[in-house]
């Protein structure tokens, strides 16, 4: 096994043996790519959404947040492309019985030759030391060039016949590149099928006369359909933007990496409308601002890396993605889509209205251009947890499992715990409980030794330990101790929500 699958199999284990992930429907042996968030989890969660939430709408002026319908009328679905184009090319292997996505075989063969690139610049790297000029190598040696510029020539073959819908040379191409099968390692493949990953359901008691439904694929044409509502009510000016977060649902082929890829999601998107032809300028603001959002969080820059798409989605004339470095390697968290006019002309076409907005300064009415931010708030969760996952070396030769959440998305802020189960120590710990629970979510643990406590603190993210002895009874005080740092200190009762406001509050985290 290698050290990234092994790295991978820790975070689903540790995910649910503190209350962060579960199966779903465990006891029935579980449901396919479905995924069920415990106690932990669904506070974490939150505090991502929060998070997202607070720094979209409640920082900006001009953005306003909505909460629409999972059941859409269905004549969207066909307005927005999804009907007909909301499909994924599979491919099975005869031999192994297994499905895939053609694409994403194509697209991790290249990611295979950048990663022996890299491999090369970094030995480069080391052998030169800071005399290594990165860019010079990249552009001169030989090999690397080579695995770039393979890499470069699958990918752009693959958009190419996608956008030709030509799956037949999808399939030529696998065969040319020589992809096996990961399980059977054989290249017996299928041909190449397109499939719609929407769900169906009905709407309606009869079988005659109910209607055809989908569950929403995607949370973005919730905002579309209600564009006029908002801007009117809204009293909104272009450029403005519209969020949203809530369930996406999704019939993926292939999903294999616990929450990175689920039939059932969340997503939280914000469509941005502005005036035709600016649509470049917001495109770029967005990107840098988006990525700026995920590195505030602390979990390393270098974690982070944008992906510039070749092949466009059919609404897109720009389209990026801001890419994370998972267990298994660096793949989507977020997209930034420039989406030009597509949708809201769709559905003046289709619904009849006009979906305008009368621009004062130009004196005129237009549809307005889209930039899409959209990124999966599992995968997030995926992102912020995986990261945080630590085992470390401690000085006295034994290592500690610390989940170093940031603290302010951590689910519990703080532990409370008596030194002993006596002398009216429990008594303080409730009352300080009692305090500060209005304003953190707090817990109170007094089982085993102090030490035994806070391993379990660590493990399960939490950032603060708060201990209260005999000295409290005469002073006050209590002893705080850091997760990150280990460090303990003294401080006084009243001072403890000062404490703790600070490291969480979404001011110091968002700069
Ligand atoms: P992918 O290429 O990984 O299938 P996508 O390009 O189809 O993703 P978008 O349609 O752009 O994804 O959706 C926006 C975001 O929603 C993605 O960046 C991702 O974070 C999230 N997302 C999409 N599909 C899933 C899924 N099946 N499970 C969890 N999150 C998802």
Not at 269 to 286: C, D, L, N, S
Not at 432 to 457: H, M
């Amino acid at each position: 096994m290698s050290n990234q699958d092994d790295q991978f199999k820790k975070v689903i284990s540790h995910a649910k043996e503190y209350g962060y992930i579960f199966q779903s429907s465990e006891i029935y042996d579980g449901l396919s790519a479905v995924y069920d968030y415990g106690q932990n989890g669904v506070e974490l969660k939150k505090n991502i959404r929060e998070y997202w939430w607070k720094s979209m709408v409640q920082m900006h002026e001009n953005i306003v947040g909505i909460d629409a319908a999972i059941f859409m009328h269905p004549t969207t679905w066909k307005a927005s492309g999804h009907v007909d184009a909301f499909s994924d090319p599979l491919i099975d292997n005869k031999d192994s019985k297994k499905r895939y996505r053609a694409d994403v075989l194509v697209e991790d063969y290249a990611e295979k030759l950048n990663q022996k690139a890299e491999k090369e610049i970094a030995k480069a790297a080391k052998r030169f030391g800071d005399s290594f000029d990165r860019e010079t190598f990249v552009t001169t040696n030989g090999r690397v060039m080579g695995y770039h510029q393979k890499a470069k020539d699958a990918t752009a073959r693959l958009a190419k016949s996608l956008d030709a819908d030509d799956l037949a040379d999808v399939k030529a191409l696998i065969e040319e590149l020589g992809i096996v099968c990961p399980v059977s390692g054989s290249k017996n493949w299928t041909e190449v099928r397109q499939f719609n990953l929407m769900f169906g359901t009905k709407l309606g008691a009869s079988a005659e006369t109910a209607t055809d439904l989908y569950l929403r694929p995607e949370t973005a044409q919730g905002i579309f359909v209600n564009f006029l509502n908002v801007q009117k009510t809204g009293r909104m000016k272009i450029p403005f933007g519209i969020a949203q977060t809530g369930k996406a649902f999704r019939n993926e082929i292939v999903a294999r990496q616990f929450i990175f890829r689920m039939r059932e999601f969340e997503q939280m998107e914000m469509q941005f409308f502005v005036r035709p032809g600016e649509e470049m300028k917001w495109y770029h603001h967005w990107k840098e601002t988006r990525l700026k959002w995920h590195t505030s969080l602390g979990l390393g820059e270098e974690n982070y890396r944008f992906h510039d798409h070749e092949k466009l989605a059919h609404y897109a004339n720009a389209a990026a993605d801001i890419e994370f470095n998972f267990p298994f390697g660096f793949k989507e968290l977020e997209g930034i889509h420039s989406r030009t006019d597509f949708d809201l002309k769709a559905h003046e076409e289709h619904s009849g209205k006009k979906l305008q907005f009368f621009d004062p300064e130009l004196n005129e009415s237009y549809v307005p251009y889209v930039v899409e931010t959209s990124i999966g708030l599992d995968r997030m969760f995926l992102a912020v947890l995986s990261k945080s996952l630590q085992e470390e070396a401690l000085d006295n030769g034994t290592s500690r499992v610390v989940l170093k959440l940031p603290a302010l998305l951590a689910p519990v802020k703080a532990a409370i715990f008596p030194l002993v189960k006596k002398d009216g120590l429990p008594e303080i710990a409730r009352e300080i409980i009692d305090e500060l629970k209005y304003d953190f979510n707090v817990l109170y643990d007094e089982k085993d030794a102090v030490g035994k406590r806070y391993r379990r603190q660590d493990a399960a993210g939490t950032p603060f330990c708060i201990t209260v002895d005999h000295q409290t009874i005469e002073d006050k005080t209590v002893t705080v101790r850091h997760r990150d740092t280990m460090e303990q200190q003294r401080v006084a009762i009243e001072e403890l929500g000062e404490l703790i406001g600070k490291a969480v509050s979404f001011r110091h985290w968002i700069k």
